[in-house]
């Protein structure tokens, strides 16, 4: 299978790149390249942004039910590449078959869906006194995005705003830019007007700087790493275009002392753990009261220590690579230091049997972990779990919020009352009560330096949205 690509996607079709560099990807399992895509430079990035800006007006006032249309002929032309998309996401990611297919490609196709009802059904204009208040599409969106789920942070943003009535310069994350191809084949397949949703692949650095600090660009929404948001902001800023921001996470499980502990742990190193830990809402710190903490710790050992390593495509494969040599370093710097700030070491860490190739790390979970130490504050994006003992509910509180992030988080209790009032009182943009389904049409975003903006549902549309008000 030749995954190599050599065009962008502009103006309804498939163009040549301005330049002939071109961006290797590897297959982090094997540390093989697998293809290239064109690197594309700020004239690929312009001639986006013209043909999106082109198509704004008439998309703006597609009727909305033809909106909704449109994004449903997509979505049957990305469910008929769905098992094309979960190898895919597999071989450029590393991401375990099984989670390539439920996750990586099953959440966008969920959240694309649920796009296809919100296009169709408009809430109606307010009247507030003398004013009609109605809502516009903010124009041309510049989104950009990371590798960790390289398919569903690109659909989380392009079906809102799509469905808003935005046109869109999509820039995919470099590491893991293969998906983004086969969601533009579906693009061609579905005959979305021209101009409406455009591709550039290339590097943060040319591409994704060229967009961000592009002078026709009303909206970036950028999902990433906090650096690069505030650099993103600043570049959005000096011409004041809306920015949105999903960036870091240090999430908290909060164990509390009447919770059904093997459960709660059993899920909670599975949260941690869930595409190699590479995934911004991880609970990667475990917080358990004293007396249940030693058997906690346990029972997070034995879970881990059950999570098998190796090839994305083996059935029994529960954990794949990191998805780059140096996201595997970073991750084992990250344990090291962890241990050398006083972490004890349970299961894992940089000594644990690995494959020979890819950029596998061992799970690994650290216990007494000080709540102030870099393991306890620092985003790793591993397979690392750090859990920290806690006196009461207060204190639970207060570790979870001792974080400059404010992302995600969880509570288990038997009591929902108490849960309840602890979820409130943690300054996130979510916290799940024992275990909760995941609800794609709730709000998902972040407080602090997660970020700014909400994707998802009807309050992610919103996002892609202005208000105007006509006195009459
Ligand atoms: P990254 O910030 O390096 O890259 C994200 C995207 O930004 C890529 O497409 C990259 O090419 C682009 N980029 C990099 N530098 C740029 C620049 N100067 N100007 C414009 N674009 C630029 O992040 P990553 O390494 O791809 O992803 C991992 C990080 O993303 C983690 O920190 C993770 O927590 C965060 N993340 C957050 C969420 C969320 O929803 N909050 C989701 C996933 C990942």
Not at 59 to 73: I, V
Not at 286 to 314: I, Q
Not at 451 to 467: C, D, I, K, T
């Amino acid at each position: 299978m030749d995954l190599t690509r050599n065009a962008m996607y502009v103006d309804g079709r498939w163009t040549a790149p301005s330049s002939t560099d071109t961006i290797a990807v590897e297959n982090p399992a094997t540390e093989e390249v697998i293809a290239t895509v064109p690197a594309g430079t700020p004239v690929d990035v312009d001639a986006a942004v013209r043909a999106a800006r082109a198509a704004f007006d008439g998309w703006a006032a597609t009727d909305p039910a033809d909106r909704a249309a449109a994004l449903d002929r997509l979505h049957r032309a990305l469910t008929g590449r769905a098992d094309e998309i979960a190898r895919t996401v597999a071989l450029e990611l590393g991401a375990p078959l099984k989670v390539a297919t439920r996750v990586q490609t099953g959440l966008p196709l969920t959240v694309l869906r649920s796009f296809v009802e919100l296009a169709g059904q408009p809430p109606a204009a307010e009247i507030i006194g003398n004013s009609l208040v109605v809502r516009e599409p903010v124009g041309v969106v510049g989104a950009i995005t990371p590798w960790n789920y390289p398919l569903h942070q690109v659909m989380a943003k392009l079906a809102a705003a799509l469905a808003a009535g935005c046109t869109v310069v999509l820039k995919p994350a470099e590491l893991t830019p293969l998906v983004s191809y086969l969601l533009f084949d579906a693009v061609d397949e579905a005959g979305l007007p021209p101009g409406v949703v455009n591709l550039v692949a290339g590097t943060g650095q040319v591409a994704g700087e060229a967009l961000a600090g592009h002078p026709d660009v009303d909206l970036v929404s950028f999902t990433g790493s906090t650096a690069t948001g505030r650099r993103i902001a600043h570049l959005a800023a000096d011409r004041v275009a809306r920015v949105a921001l999903e960036l870091g996470g240090k999430s908290a499980n909060l164990i509390l002392d009447d919770a059904d502990l093997a459960t709660a742990v059993k899920v909670g190193v599975g949260n941690a753990f869930l595409n190699s830990g590479q995934t911004c809402t991880a609970w990667t710190r475990m917080l358990v009261h004293r007396d249940r903490y030693a058997e906690a710790v346990d029972l997070a050992a034995a879970t881990a220590a059950g999570y098998r390593l190796g090839d994305p495509f083996d059935p029994a494969t529960r954990l794949g690579p990191l998805v780059s040599a140096e996201q595997r370093d970073r991750v084992l710097a990250h344990v090291e230091r962890g241990l050398a700030d006083g972490g004890r070491l349970v299961t894992g860490g940089p000594g644990a049997a690995r494959p020979d190739r890819g950029w596998f790390v061992a799970p690994t979970v650290l216990a007494d972990v000080d709540p102030d130490s870099a393991l306890a504050q620092e985003e790793i994006f591993g397979p690392v779990l750090a859990i920290l003992p806690v006196d009461d509910d207060d204190h639970a509180v207060a570790v979870a919020n001792n974080s400059r992030y404010g992302l995600a988080g969880a509570v288990w209790s038997g009591d929902q009352e108490r849960a309840l009032g602890v979820a409130r009182r943690l300054r996130t943009g979510a916290v799940d009560i024992n275990g909760a389904a995941f609800n794609p049409l709730a709000p998902f975003g972040g407080y602090r330096q997660s970020g700014f903006g909400r994707e998802l549902g009807p309050h992610g549309l919103a996002e892609f949205q202005q208000l105007k008000a006509i006195q009459r």
